[in-house]
T-cell receptor, first 118, second 113 residues
Framework: DAGVIQSPRHEVTEMGQEVTLRCKPISGHDYLFWYRQTMMRGLELLIY????????DSGMPEDRFSAKMPNASFSTLKIQPSEPRDSAVYFC????????????????FGPGTRLLVL | GENVEQHPSTLSVQEGDSAVIKCTYS??????FPWYKQELGKGPQLIID?????GEKKDQRIAVTLNKTAKHFSLHITETQPEDSAVYFC????????????FGSGTQLTVLP
């Protein structure tokens, strides 16, 4: 298994530009999570999906942030317009669930996208 | 909601010595406690986890203990090696939070050769 795949690995953009981060979860995993990591705030959960449906987006900082999961194998996190304070490492993670029994709460993280907004 | 506190924030040990990282949680309903290791430039990777029906779990040089009464759990690394140097995160989850993970703030472990 290739694990969770994220792209791009690094992104440098200018303030005001649109940024799109991409994630491919592990095949068969039904939950997908987006996190942001900064020195000041640590790992913050932004949003998570179950079976492609957004369940909790209370961690999304502002309306500038949006996330979609059009199918089981792909999700995007978009920032429009981007600001310097959005600079962080963004992680995607996935977790399995089958039927009514969770196979465990273990989340598997991707390598992250390091975003720098100038 | 759940709150997880982790100590210390930094830890330096000599190669071969043991390292202990401690976490406390606030929600008594939490029943799953994973530990993640994050190396520079990489995502967090699960190294060991424990459920509330177990008091201790060991995997080679790594062990985790859980005290449900006191609501704290610890990571123990014995015979540390330079490759153990990384940031370690504890986390907790409970059924009531849809099993979301609440992470501690992380511990930067440095193993000195």
């Amino acid at each position: 298994d290739a694990g969770v795949i994220q792209s791009p690995r690094h992104e440098v953009t200018e303030m005001g530009q649109e940024v799109t981060l991409r994630c491919k979860p592990i095949s068969g995993h039904d939950y997908l999570f987006w996190y942001r990591q900064t020195m000041m705030r640590g790992l913050e959960l932004l949003i998570y999906f179950n079976n492609n449906v957004p369940i909790d987006d209370s961690g999304m900082p502002e309306d500038r942030f949006s996330a979609k999961m059009p199918n089981a194998s792909f999700s995007t996190l978009k920032i429009q317009p981007s600001e310097p304070r959005d600079s962080a490492v963004y992680f995607c993670a996935s977790r399995p669930w089958r039927g009514g029994v969770s196979l465990g709460e273990t989340q598997y993280f991707g390598p992250g996208t390091r975003l720098l907004v100038l | 909601g759940e709150n997880v506190e982790q100590h210390p924030s930094t830890l330096s040990v000599q190669e071969g010595d043991s390292a202990v990282i401690k976490c406390t949680y606030s929600d008594s309903a939490s029943n799953y406690f994973p530990w993640y290791k994050q190396e520079l430039g990489k995502g967090p990777q699960l190294i060991i986890d424990i459920r509330s029906n177990v008091g201790e779990k060991k995997d080679q040089r790594i062990a985790v203990t859980l005290n449900k009464t006191a609501k704290h759990f610890s990571l123990h690394i014995t015979e540390t090696q330079p490759e153990d140097s990384a940031v370690y995160f504890c986390a907790a989850s409970n059924p009531g939070s849809a099993r979301q993970l609440t992470f501690g703030s992380g511990t930067q472990l440095t193993v000195l050769p």
